[in-house]
């Protein structure tokens, strides 16, 4: 059988790796080659298929090591059991085909993976070498996420984070029955050890920097961790909870989300369906509200409905305003930035708006207006000038009222 070549293994390989989302580059430390040395930039613009939380297009060369794989999660389409073509690049090659592409302007960085080869700590070693091939031979100045293996021995992965700007390691299922029963090769506190250890070594880095300004970067960018959404029993709920566990414990950059997809020949014990695709985009707005809106995670959690799922038809802003009415209507001339960030339909930006107006002017519905893309969803919620809800925000049907209307999807859109 003849060895496929570096075409069909990059199809194969870039296909491979479409299921990890953890692949934004935001965070990391500013370079590049404009001085004539070295290579490669962290910034700019190529051909753009992802979007960083600071809104800048990125194109990162995302794709495995190898796909052949010792573990057995039943959830992933690259397990040992698993009938797919198996493909494996040399480290070379991986370096080879990023500097092709980084020359051709195609991308800005690399986003490397792997399946499990001979051991955890052979294929760590695999993927180290990559970047350190990258960064000591050619100088490469670009963005680099490496997805370590918490099997690995601790002395590898902190070698990673010296070439990486980015490093993460999967936690894969929120609860640890469901890792059990699904992911049999995997252990969560194994997983958990490894996140402290690099969260450790990241503290370090930035104490040093602070000290000795030659002091080695470890994982500029931090690390991130993604979790697979609907593949077991999970409410959201329960994954709200670890999330914010996870931020708390390891400084996490970011947590992300992936909606179970059905595989080909899947395992009996996974469900037959995905989840609806906004659920994912449910718990990524819950995420936010954490991060960015000042909710605490059982506050987040309160959002929910009985059975700890996230409602679907409303945001979950706007589902904890309608479970807690009594916190409004806000006064956008007298709260403070705490309180009008419950507001459902205020983003952050809209917020900063309105308290530096607020210094000079009277603020007014009309001046709110211009700053959020639907005043309907807030009026409720908001006392301006000329504007109060009187009994509005008290309404039996009131959230009927702010529910976006079902609408037919086009078949030709």
């Known amino acids: 059988m003849s060895q496929p070549t ?72 690259n397990r040992k059991s698993s009938n797919v073509r198996r493909a494996r690049f040399t480290p070379q090659e991986v370096v080879d085909l990023t500097l092709s592409f980084y020359r051709r302007n195609y991308i800005e960085g690399l986003f490397l993976s792997s399946g499990i080869i001979k051991s955890s700590n052979h294929t760590m070693e695999q993927l180290i ?31 990673a984070g010296l070439w990486a700007d980015r490093v993460s390691i999967n936690v894969e299922l929120p609860t640890d029955a469901g890792l059990a029963r699904l992911a049999p090769d995997k252990n969560g506190a194994t997983i958990e050890g ?10 370090e880095a ?18 991130s961790t993604q979790m697979i959404v609907g593949a077991d029993g999970a409410s959201d709920a329960q994954i709200v909870g670890k999330a914010s566990t996870l931020y708390d414990r390891f400084s996490l950059r970011r947590v992300y989300y992936s ?81 009008m960030l419950r507001v459902p339909g205020l983003g952050t930006k809209a917020i900063d708006a309105l308290i530096a107006a607020r210094r000079y002017r009277t603020i007014r519905l009309e001046d709110v207006a211009r700053l959020t893309t639907s005043v309907r969803k807030l009026r409720p919620f908001v006392v301006t000038a000329d504007w109060r809800p009187t009994l509005l925000t008290d309404r039996a049907d009131l959230r009927a009222s702010l529910t976006p209307p079902a609408r037919q999807m086009e078949l030709f859109a």
Not at 132 to 145: A, D, M, N
Not at 194 to 201: E, T
């Open 6 to 77: 570096v075409m069909e293994r990059l199809e194969i390989l870039a296909d491979a790796a479409k299921y990890d989302a953890s692949c934004a580059s935001s965070g990391t430390a500013k370079r590049d080659s404009r001085d004539g040395k070295g290579l490669g930039s962290t910034e700019g613009m190529g051909i753009c298929h992802a979007y960083a939380p600071d809104g800048r297009c990125i194109s990162l060369l995302k794709l495995l090591l190898t796909n052949h794989c010792i573990f057995d999660c039943h959830y992933c389409i």
């Open 129 to 159: 070498e990559v970047a350190r091939i990258l960064r000591e031979e050619h100088q490469f100045r670009g963005y680099i996420h490496l997805k370590t293996i918490p099997e690995a021995d601790p002395e590898l992965l902190a070698q």
């Open 194 to 203: 490894a996140m402290g250890n690099l969260s450790s070594a990241i503290d």
């Open 206 to 223: 930035r104490d040093s920097r602070k000290r000795f300004t030659r002091a080695p970067r470890f994982a500029p960018a931090g690390q």
């Open 259 to 339: 909606a179970f997809s059905p595989i080909p020949e899947a395992s009996a014990v996974l469900p037959l369906k995905r989840p609806p695709l906004l659920r994912e985009h449910r718990l990524y707005q819950s995420d936010w509200l954490m991060r960015f809106y000042g909710f605490a995670p059982h506050e987040v959690q309160q959002a929910a409905d009985a059975d700890g799922m996230l409602p679907l038809d409303i945001d979950p802003k706007l589902a904890w305003a309608l479970k807690f009415r009594e916190a409004f209507p806000v006064d956008l001339n007298k709260a403070p930035r705490e309180a």
